[in-house]
């Protein structure tokens, strides 16, 4: 198939199913006669892996990693996937005590002077 169509059936942009080849996560294709790229259901399958990774938060570097891991050592991939976990949930951490300082200074807003310089624009020139 071509890349218009792999682009179709895995939802990847033309533009990223080529950086793909360049970063090595999926081969590079065999070229037609012409010069037509052709792509193969494994490369479907492929696409599909990174697409579905990268939903989950991986990383290309990490997708590339999963990608390269040997007769399906789970073991491995069981490591890979905690680390992910772990890094998430450092940054839903994150993420959860920035909501709390923004809905804290909204909170301020209704409480000042409409006079009053608005304490959200005061706080982040801090």
Do not use: H
């Not at 490369?43 to 007769?71: H, N, P, Y």
Request: proline letters at 2%; a negative charge; hydrophobic letters at 35%.
């Amino acid at each position: 198939m071509k890349i218009g169509e792999l682009s179709k059936r895995t939802g990847v942009s033309i533009d990223t199913v080529r950086y793909y080849e360049q970063q090595a996560l999926i081969p590079l294709a065999t070229r037609t006669q012409s010069g037509y790229r052709q792509y193969s259901e494994d490369d479907v399958a492929r696409l599909k892996f990174i697409v579905q990774a990268k939903e989950l938060g991986f990383t290309l570097r990490e997708i590339s990693q999963l990608l390269g891991i040997q007769s399906n050592d789970c073991q491995q991939v069981k490591s890979v996937a905690e680390a992910k976990a772990q890094e998430l949930e450092e940054r839903i951490a994150k993420l959860s005590r920035m909501r709390d300082v923004l809905l804290e200074m909204a909170a301020e807003c209704g409480q000042s002077a409409s006079d009053d310089p608005c304490p959200i624009l005061k706080s982040l020139g801090e």
